[in-house]
């Protein structure tokens, strides 16, 4: 499964048995397979031969990498249920299984009885079901094997989410809030940490540096519940955080792109293009990984941890709003905000230059991070509505943006580019994908005044001010 478990969300699971791997439902029926000879370490969908296992994978995993989350062995028994006429009604499977470690000696796990319906014999199974249940006592498994084996394995079933899932009360001390806040995007950076070092997919860095951000935006619009002089330092130090980790995620936005556009230009064309990225990200990782390795970052993380699990103990000095409930602090910084893009927004007309849609944008995720933090404590009638209408004005800014940088980068890749092998081609490839970026970045600010509108409406403004408080 991958790292934040999406087969797992999407009531799947992939196993590698018998040289195939093959992928089944909740129920066990077989949705796709495909031959496989050796358990892969780290598999991708583009790794797929084409058939439907790949295309059913494809839209749930997109670019993360799929590991091995447990190894399991196991005794199966085979039984059949006949009737009078010696057909098959009903299959059964008696399995007997153990975790599997190349560390340790084999676990045991719960056996189980697994029951296979046969088609047009619904009746026998309900009949075969009772008798397990009443007569020989079984109980149905609360959890799936899968689940089992991950958790004896101590993994985490389901996988690791970065959502926010953040519990409070609105009357909530504000200092005590913001500590319960933040202890979110912290675990979600030590999650992601290793996956990230290890360079498994581009979504542990991603997810990484989302969490950073969270951090980072919460630390400006709440300061007034921290202590000011020991905030300064670790506002510095996230910031740092983001600034290491940028290019390698820059670049790998780059690749995902370039993949997008492969199949609409002959297959060695950008070749060129991607020997210089791959270069470049090979040099940027290896400073990244140093800096995140450091023991710098490893003090970072411990003392931020420290100073928010300390933080409604603070001293008061400094803290002006420690003491406050959430639901006002946090209310008149989500107001604020909002107020302060609509001004934004009403300002920009076709003349405005793109450097006032790129404020706008990160003014927007400010919004967009408070919402995500404080919702539990605002009426959802009003926080998912506008959630929704802040994130489809967020998707035109982001494309808009997006697009430039695509296009930016491209050019500077010219001359590196033309010197290489092939490099020709690859310049005229480059010079579509310039085009084609321009164009969606075209479309994107066209769609910008529609897309502002329900955001900034009257209904809006006046569901803000009622609300946030």
């Known amino acids: 499964d991958t790292f934040d478990g999406r087969l797992h969300a999407a009531g799947l699971v992939l196993t590698h048995e018998g040289g195939r791997l093959v992928l089944a439902d909740g129920a066990g029926y077989q949705r796709g397979s495909a031959d496989e000879p050796v358990p892969p370490r780290t598999l991708f969908c583009a790794d797929l031969p084409p058939g439907p296992l790949r295309e059913l994978l494809e839209p749930i995993v997109e670019v993360r990498a799929l590991t091995?989350?447990?190894r399991v062995r196991s005794r199966l028994r085979l039984l059949r249920v006949l009737d009078d006429e010696a057909k098959t009604v009903v299959r059964l499977v008696v399995e007997e299984p153990s975790l599997a470690s190349a560390a340790q000696a084999p676990s045991r796990l719960g056996p189980r009885v697994r029951?296979?319906?046969?088609?047009?014999?619904?009746?026998?199974?309900?009949?075969?079901?009772r008798t397990l249940e009443h007569e020989l006592g079984l109980i149905e498994a609360g959890d799936s094997l899968q689940d089992e084996a991950v958790a004896a394995s101590g993994g985490i079933p389901g996988g690791v989410s970065s959502k926010l899932d953040v519990k409070l009360r609105p009357s909530e001390r504000a200092d005590r809030a913001t500590a319960t806040a933040l202890a979110g995007p912290l675990a979600v950076i030590t999650a992601n940490l290793p996956g990230t070092l290890a360079d498994v997919d581009s979504e542990f860095l991603h997810d990484l540096r989302v969490a950073v951000r969270r951090t980072r935006s919460l630390q400006r619009q709440l300061r007034s519940v921290f202590p000011p002089e020991r905030l300064a330092h670790f506002r510095a130090e996230f910031r740092r955080l983001q600034q290491v980790t940028g290019p390698v995620r820059d670049l790998d936005v780059h690749e995902i792109e370039i993949a997008a556009y492969r199949s609409t230009l002959p297959a060695d064309d950008l070749e060129p293009l991607s020997v210089v990225l791959a270069t470049r990200r090979r040099a940027e990782f290896r400073r990244m990984a140093r800096a995140l390795r450091s023991k710098r970052t490893g003090e970072?993380?411990?003392?931020?941890?420290?100073?928010?699990e300390a933080l409604p103990v603070a001293p008061e000095e400094g803290r002006p709003d420690a003491h406050a409930q959430i639901a006002g602090v946090a209310g008149a910084r989500i107001r604020s905000v909002y107020r302060r893009m609509v001004k934004m927004g009403a300002r920009i007309d076709s003349a405005s230059p793109p450097e006032a849609l790129h404020d706008l944008r990160k003014k927007g995720k400010e919004l967009r991070y408070l919402l995500e933090f404080f919702a539990g404590i605002y009426p959802p009638e009003v926080v998912k509505p506008m959630v929704r209408r802040l994130k489809v004005l967020q998707d035109a800014l982001g494309r808009y943006q997006d697009q430039e940088v695509q296009a930016g980068m491209l050019r500077s890749l010219r001359d590196e580019v033309g010197a290489l092998d092939g490099g020709a081609a690859a310049l005229m490839a480059m010079g579509l994908l310039v085009d084609g970026l321009e164009h969606d970045q075209a479309a994107a600010r066209e769609e910008f005044p529609g897309r502002f509108a329900p955001f900034a409406s009257k209904e809006q403004r006046s569901l803000v001010k009622e609300t946030f408080r």
């Open 115 to 129: 029951v296979i319906p046969v088609r047009g014999y619904d009746e026998a199974l309900g009949r075969v079901r």
């Open 68 to 70: 091995p989350i447990a």
């Open 300 to 308: 970072l993380l411990a003392d931020w941890s420290s100073l928010i």
